[in-house]
């Protein structure tokens, strides 16, 4: 005879399953006559509650699928593109200032030289209250020392400890914002691009300004200033994703009119005519190109600090319709598929 379920007892009553559920009531009266075709009654019932349960979950797919929400969102990822300039990049505040009180959202940050340190220290979460402070307090002491040596006149050695301090966090993969930081392979002269690893050494490199500062060796190359490779990293900030790239260039001399008042003047006044005749590389890979007037400024001019911040406020608050264009409709990105192929990606070089 075949079994008798839990819930039904032998006269065909049914009762209550101890399950919590109403499965009794699928069996109907066993008697204890026409064993067999109840039975079969009962696979019956069990084979078609078996579809009943199928379809329902059908029907909750679909509903699932046709109610889920189409994610699309029509603002471009912006990026931006910090050059070097020494003292004069504390300007790169002013601007960062003025996108973030105008809710303008930066999706990605690449920096060369200065612009790789106020980058590195922005993206690691440091506010930018936190860094009008920090600029107020910098001086040249606070990241080189001199030295003797064959390659330059002073190392950049203690910037190891003012970024340990200051960064959020120590690591590329850590970032609030992904960041590619810039340097350029003494030996080869090739561009040098840093995505993941620690952070602090590529900086370093980024800021080791030929003649003036030691280079600093990552992995057996010896690096210095990204400016030889990429003045204003816009082409790094592009291969990292960036729709709409938006480059802030401080474009300062180092001659005062009159003859050269000493050998950092020859070597500062030498790389600014090499990188004005280079802009065009640039140029090309930025939508919107920001020059705060920093022309009055000395190279390491820390003390004008809050005159450089607001230099960038002024430059970027003039670009703030332009780039507000880009929030109103999708990115129409006009450095097309083409020329990005025709931009070689820099391998990420780890830093450690």
């Known amino acids: 005879m075949p079994e008798v379920p839990s819930n039904v007892t032998r006269n065909g009553t049914v009762v209550p399953c101890s399950h919590r559920c109403n499965c009794g009531i699928l069996y109907g009266r066993w008697g204890s006559s026409s064993g067999s075709s109840r039975a079969g009654d009962v696979g019956f019932a069990v084979k078609h509650l078996g579809k009943i349960i199928r379809s329902v979950q059908a029907f909750g797919r679909e509903l699932s699928r046709k109610t889920a929400p189409i994610v699309s969102s029509p603002i471009p990822a912006i ?28 999706r990605v940050v690449a920096g060369t030289s200065v612009g790789a340190l106020m980058g590195a220290a922005y993206c690691s979460g440091v506010s930018l209250s936190e860094l009008e402070e920090l600029a107020h307090n910098v001086r040249f002491a606070t990241f080189a020392r001199w030295t003797l040596s064959r390659c330059g006149f002073a190392s950049n050695d203690r910037m190891i400890s003012f970024l340990t301090r200051i960064l959020k966090v120590k690591t590329f993969e850590e970032l609030r914002i992904p960041l590619g930081v810039t340097a350029t392979d003494f030996n080869t002269g090739e561009g040098v691009v840093f995505h993941s690893g ?13 003649g003036m500062f030691l280079p600093v060796e990552i992995r057996g190359r010896y690096l210095v200033d990204g400016m030889l490779s990429h003045p204003v990293p816009t082409r790094p900030v592009r291969e990292m994703g960036a729709d709409r790239v938006l480059a802030v260039h401080l474009k300062g001399t180092w001659a005062s009119g009159g003859p050269p008042r000493h050998l950092f003047d020859v070597i500062g006044q030498s790389f600014a005519i090499a990188q004005d005749a280079m802009s065009g590389l640039w140029r090309q890979a930025a939508d919107i190109v920001i020059e705060p007037d920093v022309a009055g400024f000395a190279y390491d001019d820390f003390k004008r600090s809050g005159d450089l911040i607001r230099v960038g406020e002024v430059a970027m608050r003039k670009a703030l319709p332009e780039v507000r264009k880009w929030l109103e409709a999708p990115a129409e990105v006009p450095y097309t598929g083409t020329e990005r192929r025709a931009v070689p990606r820099p391998a990420p070089m780890p830093a450690d």
């Open 198 to 210: 620690s952070i602090i050494d590529p900086v370093r490199a980024s800021c080791a300004y030929p």
């Open 79 to 106: 990026g931006v593109a910090l050059g070097g300039g020494f003292a004069r990049g504390i300007a790169h505040i002013g601007v960062l200032k003025v996108l973030e009180e105008e809710g303008i959202p930066v």
